[in-house]
């Protein structure tokens, strides 16, 4: 049995793919992000396995997951929200949007609610300041303009 | 070439340097941490920070490339303010422990900091502490003194071939650390210990043993490998504190094997025999020199004149030096007896007809890192000669194709072009098959030619040979494995052919730091004596031992054993205890190669000469003086020497020449048998790294590495089944009227009807033949 799901290692594969065959190590960013999609986090045995699909030393791939913020490695919640509180975005409120997103789930940054459903993150800029104050959902979808009942509406619809 | 101006003094340099190796030829030094000659550039510490002309700030010069006309000042008040700005950043988070640190007084990041370091720090917060690293027996950690130069990284992925360690985390989270709590296992580990600019890593073993200065630096030649490693030994006191690497280009570089670096510790080991001693019925009791020799003087006397020269058998180490061997085989043939040799772990002797000279590496050292065709028959090259395989990884990484004919498919740590994995048995058809692929070309295959005609070729011994044919610089090497086999001559020979035919120079990977010395020196039957092999088989009355010990380094271990325990009257010259007391009659201290002046011949023909490095221990004596005494009490003619360079200038009259005079890998008359591959299952029994020789036996940081564990049984996965037996159980291994118990391991490197089961261990002693064959059976 593999530790991730033919899915995911059929998208490695077409990671992999797009760089020349001895240097297969060149998909470890995407590959540890298709993990962790899947996995929710990446654990020690997920990146020794991603290291090992990918031919390199698995503290090479830990380098790489400990390197960048967008990878967990801690379980997290299933929903992950992220705000930015750079200053393009705190100019436009990102504070109290964060401070509501605190009260309204009743933890602070960088913890999960008891019931594991959400994850609250402090995030650094996501290049988007013009749409401010915004956040990201599980690193792949962001909303953007916030408002308390965006906040709501968001929340609401994440089970 | 471009032209540059550095600190106002123009030099010309090579296109592509950089600013660093152009400082390094003007002679200025840039100070710095993460640049070292050996590694890749990081270009992360920025201590190497200079002033150039028309550059908007100050550039790194590890990393900067000159171009004509270029104007650079290293020394100038804005390259200064610049480097002493990056050191202020760099002691932020060091701590101030220098007066506990081991590294204290030659530190590189103490050193630059008298020099650009400011009297009081302006950070007054509070400094982060880093968790320690567990790496093992042999690298101590303070990881809080850690700056992230990550050469000891950069040392793993280049020069070790395997990335033990790395530097997860980001900014001030930053830690090497290995993976998990896995400890650091490559056999090149301890260079980290010299790479680390600070005391982070630092040696186990010396971990508050002495400090730098009051060490005196002492000039030696590792006693191991036949690479010969240069490297100084640090005394205090009349004691050896540690080894280090001597640069030596031609030989190892900058670089030691874990090997070299940590067996001094073995020097003060309880089983050093430190008095002669002498057997008295079921005692053992210590005497003085004078009443041992002339034991030993009589005892041979009166076994020669009874029984004749025959009846003395003569065994000695291939780590002993050029004086000691060379007195040794001139006392055996005063004595009558041709009876003489070191190769205790051959078992096929008869090449020696039919060669002229000794079997050398057939090349320089230094060309290993530059060749393009590489073949390596039966060579356990990582763990025999660590850093001759750090060699050949770098000419595999510079682009050549290495092949490897081996009953093991052990990791190189590099890419291997092509591979024929057999049982040893299976060895010499393996390589007839290249032979015969060559001929099959259209090369011209010589001797062998009509013996190798009905050879079937496999595609892997194809695609080798083809391999041998493309390229300029090629080498096919022979291993340990190569040379103890039982069928060693026709490997030879078979080597010697395809080199011939396809323009390969055939060479000889030396196990011992001085088997080629020994060769050149005629420590091996001349006139129709008896090998090693004949010599344990056939028992002498008597034998000599000089640094030896047969029930460990022998061949088959088990029969050297009973040789020894029949013989009248058995002498050993050793610096150890060890087995002796169980089969000799009289034990003559001798001085390991710390405390005697000699030399080495290592695998290229390079004689490296080295001075006593302290005082021989206790009543020990270097083993040149004992030998001269002896042959005077013996009366033998010519022992009359002074010093151990009058030994040498007799030995070698020409120096290197003369050993150079006598290197030779041609050989011819070898008859090629094609028996078939030996039914059962074959035995692969090397000597483990840290078995070699009675130094490293006794080196305890050593024995407590991954390399020195127990032996245990190695079977192919198909083979486990096929005998319904257990991974990882206990089984028993009967090797003819030997047997063993030990655990069964799986390795699906091996060949399916091979069984790996180490050689040179005391658990394995009893086995007998190191490439015999053997039975598992479940317990």
Known sequence: MTLLTPESLAQIDREIAKYPAEHKQSAVMAALRIAQTEKGWLSTETIEYVAEYLGMPAIAAYEVATFYNMYELSPCGRHKITVCTNLPCQLQGAGDIAEYLKKKLGIGFGETTPDGRFTLKEGECMGTCGSGPLCLHNNHKMYTRLTPQTVDQLLDGLK | ?779
């Not at chain 2, 270009?43 to 010069?61: G, H, T, Y």
């Not at chain 2, 900091?113 to 027996?137: D, H, M």
């Not at chain 2, 050297?560 to 009289?586: C, I, M, N, Q, S």
């Not at chain 2, 390079?606 to 001075?611: G, I, P, S, V």
């Open chain 2, 1 to 779: 070439m471009p032209h540059i101006e550095i600190d106002g003094s123009e030099i010309e340099v090579a296109p592509g340097a950089t600013l660093m190796d152009a400082a390094a030829q003007a002679g200025i030094y840039i100070p710095h941490f993460c640049y070292h000659k050996k590694l890749s550039i990081a270009a992360s510490c920025r201590m190497c920070l200079v002033e150039v002309e028309k550059a908007p700030k100050p550039l790194p010069a590890c990393a900067t490339p000159v171009t004509d006309g270029m104007k650079v000042w290293t020394r100038s008040e804005r390259a200064v303010e610049a480097q002493k700005g990056v050191m202020e950043f760099l002691l932020i988070n060091h701590p101030l422990d220098c007066p506990i640190c081991d590294q204290g007084g030659e530190c590189q990041l103490q050193d630059l900091a008298v020099g650009y370091g400011a009297s009081n720090s302006r950070y007054a917060e509070p400094k982060r502490v880093v968790r320690e690293k567990e790496l093992g027996p042999l690298i101590s950690t303070d990881m809080t003194r850690c700056i992230h130069c990550s050469r000891c990284v950069r040392f793993g992925q280049e020069i070790a071939g395997m990335m033990e360690l790395g530097m997860p985390g980001r900014g001030e989270h930053t830690e090497v650390m290995p993976w998990l709590e896995h400890q650091v296992t490559s056999e090149l580990s301890g260079n980290v210990i010299d790479l680390c600019p600070v005391g982070a890593l630092t040696s186990k073993p010396f971990r508050y043993k002495a400090r730098g200065w009051e060490l005196s630096r002492r000039r030696t030649v590792s006693p191991h490998d036949g690479l010969g490693a240069n490297m100084l030994v640090h005394v205090k006191d009349g004691r050896v504190y540690r080894a280090v690497p001597q640069d030596n280009e031609a030989v190892n570089e900058c670089w030691l094997a874990d090997r070299d670096r940590y067996s001094y510790e073995a020097l003060y080991s309880e089983d050093r025999l430190t008095r002669p001693m002498v057997r008295d019925g079921d005692r053992w009791v210590e005497v003085d020199w004078g009443k041992a020799l002339a034991q030993v003087a009589g005892a041979l006397k009166m076994l020669r004149d009874t029984h004749g020269g025959d009846a003395i058998g003569v065994l000695a180490s291939p780590h002993q030096t050029v004086e000691e061997l060379h007195l040794l085989q001139k006392l055996a043939r005063g004595l009558g007896s041709d009876n003489i040799d070191h190769r205790l772990n051959h078992s096929d002797f008869a090449a020696d007809a039919g060669r002229a000279g000794a079997a050398w590496l057939g090349l320089p050292v230094a060309e290993l890192s530059n060749l393009d065709r590489v073949l390596l028959v039966g060579a356990t090259v990582r763990k025999d000669q660590p850093l001759a395989a750090q060699r050949l990884r770098q000419a595999v990484k510079a682009g050549a194709q290495l092949s490897i004919i081996h009953a093991a498919d052990d990791d190189l740590l590099c890419k291997v072009a092509h591979k024929l994995v057999v049982k040893p048995s299976a060895l010499v058809q393996a390589l007839a098959q290249v032979a015969r692929a060559l001929q099959e070309a259209g090369l011209d295959v010589g001797a062998v030619a009509a013996s190798i005609g009905g050879v079937a070729v496999t595609d892997a011994a194809r695609a080798i040979a083809g391999s041998l044919r493309g390229g300029a610089r090629k080498a096919l090497l022979l291993g340990s494995l190569a040379q103890q086999h039982p069928r060693a001559a026709e490997l030879h020979q078979l080597a010697w052919a395809i080199g011939q035919a396809s323009g390969a120079r055939v060479g000889f990977l030396s196990p011992a730091a001085n088997s080629v010395g020994a060769q050149v020196l005629g420590v091996q039957p001349a006139g129709g004596g008896r090998n090693a092999g004949r010599m344990l088989a056939e028992p002498r009355k008597a034998y000599v031992l000089m640094g030896v010990e047969p029930e460990l380094d022998a061949y088959d271990a088990r029969q050297a054993l009973e040789a020894l325990r029949g013989a009248e009257f058995v002498v050993a010259l050793t610096a150890f205890k060890g087995a002796a007391p169980d089969y000799a009659h009289v034990l003559l201290p001798i001085a390991p190669y710390t405390e005697t002046a000699g030399s080495y011949v290592n695998m290229e023909g390079r004689l490296q000469a080295f001075h006593g490095a302290v005082k021989p221990l206790g009543e020990t004596r270097p083993a040149w003086k004992v030998l001269r005494v002896l042959g005077n009490l013996l009366e033998l003619p010519g022992f009359e020497f002074d010093s151990a360079e009058a030994v040498r200038a007799e030995a070698l009259p020409e120096g290197e020449a003369t050993v150079r005079a006598r290197l030779d890998n041609a050989v011819e008359g070898v008859a090629l048998a094609h028996p078939a591959p030996v039914e059962g299952l074959d035995r692969v029994g090397e000597t483990p790294i840290y078995q070699l020789d009675p130094l490293v036996r006794r080196a305890p940081a050593l024995q407590k590495t991954a390399d020195a564990a127990a032996p245990e049984v190695w079977a192919h996965g198909e083979l486990i089944a096929r005998l319904g037996l257990e991974e990882g159980g206990q089984v028993r291994v009967t090797q003819g009227e030997g047997a063993a118990v030990l655990r069964l391991r799986r390795d699906d490197r091996l060949p399916v009807d091979a069984v790996r089961v180490a050689a040179g261990h005391p658990l394995t002693a009893g086995l007998g033949a190191r490439l015999g064959t053997l039975s598992l059976e479940r317990l």
